[in-house]
């Protein structure tokens, strides 16, 4: 189920950096795992990697149908995604899905956004964070700190009880130019995204 509505709403442990390092973006590009791809998205200025199995799903511009025929999805998988997706069309975010087990509507996903930090300082990030996501209605909320090149970054992980409860993992990070990117991982009910931390350390902002 597709859960960006909360990716800044209101505005997992261990990083790839130490503490304290100061690294410019570009000077930090994350490396892309083998079998891997590397996804941007000029508008939203974010990009990230995932597995190969994951695709981008063009919400912006309403052509969901169309990014699934590009990357060769088709059937009950393109049916369980455009149903996911259809209430993000024309929203200006990054939305990428895993292809493998779409079904019934509820499919892992990724998405992603960038927008001015208001003022958020690396010490509020992880309070502010947990505190907007609770004012969405957020529960079981369990948080902690980390640095992803170089950056100040929180990973949350919360259940949102809608018709069925589903669980995500929220990680926002702190970019240059007073803005913050946040990224939300959202799951189906009772499953987990295994290379959830690795896609994580690879988030950057765009120039």
């Not at 994350?30 to 995932?50: C, F, M, N, Q, T």
């Not at 970019?175 to 939300?184: A, K, L, S, W």
């Amino acid at each position: 189920m597709a859960l960006s509505s909360a990716v800044l709403g209101g505005c997992s442990s261990g990083g790839d950096d130490a503490a304290g390092e100061k690294k410019s973006a570009a000077a930090s590009a994350p490396a892309v795992p083998d079998g891997w791809r590397k996804i941007e998205s000029p508008e939203v200025g974010l990009s990230i990697a995932v597995p190969q199995r994951w695709v981008k799903v063009d919400v912006n511009a309403g052509e969901i149908a169309e990014s699934l025929r590009k990357a060769g999805v088709s059937g009950a998988s393109a049916e369980a995604i455009e149903q996911g997706a259809a209430q993000l069309e024309g929203k200006n975010l990054l939305y990428v899905v895993d292809t493998a087990g779409a079904s019934g509507g509820y499919i892992n996903n990724i998405s992603g956004l960038c927008g001015p930090n208001g003022g958020v300082t690396a010490e509020q990030l992880e309070l502010v964070t947990k505190a907007g996501l609770a004012r969405i209605g957020a529960q079981d909320i369990e948080s902690s700190t980390l640095t992803i090149g170089g950056m100040p970054a929180v990973k949350v992980g919360y259940t949102v009880k809608a018709a069925i409860a589903a669980r995500a993992v929220q990680v926002r990070v702190l970019v240059p130019g007073d803005r913050i990117c946040g990224v939300t991982f959202g799951m189906k009910p009772g499953e987990d995204i295994k290379e959830l931390d690795e896609i994580a350390r690879t988030i950057r902002p765009l120039p």
